[in-house]
């Protein structure tokens, strides 16, 4: 049973003030569920299912790992993190459904490199045509060209080692919470 108030129509424009009012408090609300939700959505992805030699998530937490390790700043390491996230649900636009989770809290930069990691990453596939495998040279005169390079590079493709001392999400979690709770989106 929903708690909360709820507004007085059933279609939007007959709404008061009043009701948007509420709709806002909810949507702050909403805001606040965010972090819970993530790290919820990133315990989904621990899958048995994959080709990979570890599942999805500790790909993801491996390379958050990395990045840390790496001395990679807050935007970046969770950006590392949630590069994966849209994978379950939008396994053909993935980069683009985690940089608009990302692009309202961390740097234009950083939500650039996870909306593009993909074009990136398809340079390792070794059975892809070459014209496939350089997809990444479009983006060559972007000014976060070299950024993507390295996230793929140093932190995303080789972060499928089952013997590589990857830290739990756990770890993770108080950064979540950090980097979302920075700004409130507005709709
Ligand atoms: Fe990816
Ligand atoms: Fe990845």
Excluded at 97 to 114: Q, S
Excluded at 117 to 145: C, V
Aim: aromatic share 10%.
């Amino acid at each position: 049973m929903n708690p909360y108030p709820t507004v007085s129509f059933t279609e939007m424009r007959r709404g008061t003030p009043g009701d948007f009012d509420l709709i806002d408090a909810n949507d702050a609300r909403t805001l606040c569920k965010l972090p819970d939700r993530i790290l919820e959505h990133l315990r989904l992805t621990a899958d048995d299912d994959g080709a990979y030699p570890i599942d999805r998530l500790q790909h993801v937490l491996q390379t958050a790992t990395r990045a840390e390790r790496d001395g990679a700043d807050d935007d970046w390491v969770v950006a590392a993190l949630l590069h994966d996230i849209g994978d379950i649900l939008a396994p053909c636009s993935h980069g683009a459904v985690a940089a608009e989770i990302l692009r309202p809290f961390v740097r234009a930069d950083v939500a650039w490199v996870v909306h593009h990691h993909g074009a990136f990453q398809r340079a390792y596939y070794a059975n892809r045509p070459e014209s496939e495998r350089n997809e990444r040279e479009q983006y060559r005169e972007h000014p976060h060209y070299g950024a993507a390079l390295d996230f793929c590079r140093d932190w995303d493709q080789c972060s499928f080692d089952p013997g590589y001392d990857t830290l739990p999400l756990e770890h993770f979690e108080p950064l979540v919470r950090r980097v979302f709770a920075r700004a409130p989106c507005s709709r």
